[in-house]
């Protein structure tokens, strides 16, 4: 089986309709990771293709601020002003559908999806201390998280031996294939679609080949400018949107 996995969309359309374009035909069961909205322009529009793609999704900490699930009170400044922006923009039936998204963890099919960590679902896991334990005690081979907004992840060998999954250039314009080793373990993230944060700023998924024991890692451009236009347009604050331009 062939899984699209899609993390951190974050309310940016332009970026999930380029996603979806791109992995078009070539998956067959989508996954949602968590963070449909908060940031971005358009929650309303995407939830609602993502509740019309996905077999599954998760919730991610921007779900919950911005249904009131959680009072943002660790978010800094700019991310409060997004979710409660959210918040006002959302139907009664899109805030209902955020306020019923499952936790996770989730499991498919042998692997594990999170929005955080297997442990705490608002929890960041960007080096390989952060991972370690997790790679050590794993409840499945394979677990995919997001959160972090950073493709790619990490591998514990049947050797004992721990090793990044390197996140691709951005030069790079085709997919990096990982094969994934018997009796190795991985944490690895598709990236953020709709806010990268590791200095590419084109949007970000992958697609996790079960049958094959392989990952994809993708990147694609989308109308930047449009998004951030209509940021602007909002009255959203400003480092939201001039961040979208430098993946970070």
């Known amino acids: 089986m062939r899984y699209l996995l899609l993390s951190d969309v974050h309310s940016n359309l332009e970026a999930l309709d380029a996603c979806l374009q791109v992995a078009e035909g070539k998956y067959e069961t989508a996954v949602c990771l968590g963070d449909i909205v908060g940031y971005g322009p358009n929650p309303n529009e995407?939830?609602?293709?993502?509740?019309?793609?996905?077999?599954?999704?998760?919730?991610?900490?921007?779900?919950?601020?911005?249904?009131?699930?959680?009072?943002?009170?660790?978010?800094?400044?700019?991310?409060?002003?997004a979710a409660e922006f959210t918040r006002q923009l959302l139907s009664p039936d899109?805030?209902?559908?955020?306020?019923?998204?499952?936790?996770?963890p989730a499991i498919f099919d042998?692997?594990?999806v999170v929005h955080g960590s297997p442990r705490d679902e608002d929890e960041y896991i960007v080096s390989s201390v952060e991972a370690l334990p997790f790679l050590r005690s794993?409840?499945?081979?394979?677990?995919?998280?997001?959160?972090?907004?950073?493709?790619?992840?990490?591998?514990?060998?049947a050797a004992g031996r721990l090793q990044s999954v390197q996140f691709l250039r951005p030069q790079d314009a085709i997919p990096r294939a990982v094969s994934l080793e018997n009796g190795a373990r991985y944490l690895?993230?598709?990236?953020?679609?709709?806010?990268?944060?590791?200095?590419?700023?084109?949007?970000?998924?992958?697609?996790?080949?079960?049958?094959?024991?392989?990952?994809?890692?993708y990147r694609t451009a989308y109308d930047v400018a449009?998004?951030?236009?209509?940021?602007?347009?909002?009255g959203l604050p400003p480092p939201l949107y001039h961040r979208l331009s430098v993946g970070r």
């Not at 900490?61 to 660790?74: F, L, T, V, Y």
């Not at 590419?200 to 990952?215: E, M, N, P, V, Y």
Request: net charge negative.
């Open 188 to 217: 690895l993230n598709p990236g953020s679609v709709g806010q990268p944060r590791d200095y590419d700023w084109r949007a970000a998924f992958a697609i996790l080949d079960t049958d094959h024991s392989q990952i994809e890692f």
């Open 110 to 112: 042998g692997f594990m």
């Open 46 to 81: 995407v939830i609602e293709k993502i509740r019309h793609v996905c077999r599954a999704v998760i919730r991610g900490n921007h779900d919950k601020a911005s249904c009131g699930i959680d009072d943002a009170h660790d978010f800094n400044p700019n991310a409060r002003i």
């Open 138 to 157: 794993p409840e499945a081979q394979v677990v995919c998280f997001g959160h972090t907004h950073l493709q790619g992840g990490f591998m514990f060998s």
């Open 94 to 104: 899109h805030l209902e559908y955020l306020r019923h998204l499952p936790s996770g």
């Open 226 to 234: 449009q998004t951030q236009a209509k940021m602007e347009q909002a």
